[in-house]
């Protein structure tokens, strides 16, 4: 069996595929694809991104690998459980009660213009690199600014809690810093 904590200490044992894993990037936009639709596709053995080598050979628990896939069904799970898409559950439970406004998952939910300019830089050439949205957003594609970001912080140094506001219990917080 896989946990929520292999999943979020990365030792769940499924790995991410470079050739399926950059599909889930969709340059100057937001994702067309659902990320439980890419999941299912890439979890189910009938599924479009499935393989055998979409799983390490490691009993869960045994072996820390980064997945950012594993990430995202992190993210999945948080939808299936509260019956709501995690940008908005995130919205409502995190980034409104610690008033962080310049924060969202998806293009379409922050200031373009606000946004930082990306480049990638190869030998002694730096092009610029035209802003994505990830299907498999819940794994690293939240966007925030630095004032919004250090609410966050400001809310984990106080046990979960931001001008009044508690978004975590206490102990929720120990067990996530440990």
């Given amino acids: 069996k896989i946990t929520l904590r292999n999943l979020s200490t990365h030792t769940s044992g499924i790995t991410d595929r470079s050739p399926i894993y950059e599909k889930a990037y969709h340059y100057g936009d937001d994702s067309p694809e659902p990320l439980g639709e890419f999941l299912k596709n890439y979890f189910k053995p009938n599924g479009k ?3 055998k080598d979409n799983f390490l050979n490691v009993k869960p628990g ?6 950012n896939i594993a990430a995202a069904l992190a993210g999945y799970i948080v939808e299936i459980r509260t019956g709501e898409k995690l940008n908005d559950f995130s919205k409502r439970r995190i980034f409104k009660p610690l008033k962080m406004n ?6 379409s ?3 373009l213009a606000n946004h930082s300019k990306l480049y990638n830089k190869k030998g002694d050439i730096t092009k610029p690199v035209q802003l994505y949205g990830l299907t498999t957003y819940p794994d690293g594609g939240v966007r925030t600014s630095v004032s919004d970001l250090s609410n966050f912080f ?3 140094l106080n046990g979960g809690a931001y ?4 978004i975590l219990k206490e102990q929720s917080v120990e067990e996530m810093l440990k």
């Fill in 102 to 107: 310049d924060t969202g998952w998806f293009l």
């Fill in 163 to 166: 001008e009044g506001a508690r």
């Fill in 62 to 67: 045994s072996y820390r690998e980064y997945s």
């Fill in 49 to 51: 991104y499935y393989s």
């Fill in 154 to 156: 400001i809310c984990l």
């Fill in 109 to 111: 939910e922050i200031k």
